[in-house]
């Protein structure tokens, strides 16, 4: 059996805030500025924003599968 020269319980990864809590912070702001400021419309026509949108929802696609394949290797 090999024995590690670190004691079990001792917090070496240097991570100032586990991963989950930017990402819960960034939601529940996100959702805040979206509930304080529905009125405000950056697109004042729909097309627009799906204009908009789209590209970046297939970029996000195309870099997922990226970093899947990526990992994979």
């Given at each position: 059996m090999i024995r590690s020269k670190f004691p079990p319980n001792e917090d070496?990864?240097?991570?100032?805030?586990?991963?989950?809590?930017p990402?819960?912070?960034?939601l529940?702001?996100?959702a805040l500025v979206q509930f304080l400021w529905e009125?405000?419309?950056?697109?004042?026509?729909?097309?627009?924003?799906?204009?908009a949108g789209?590209?970046?929802?297939?970029?996000?696609?195309?870099?997922?599968i990226w970093a899947r394949q990526t990992m994979a290797r």
């Open positions: 070496r990864d240097g991570v100032a805030v586990l991963p989950p809590v990402f819960g912070i960034g529940v702001l996100g009125p405000l419309a950056f697109f004042p026509v729909t097309w627009i924003g799906h204009v789209w590209p970046l929802v297939v970029a996000s696609i195309i870099l997922v």
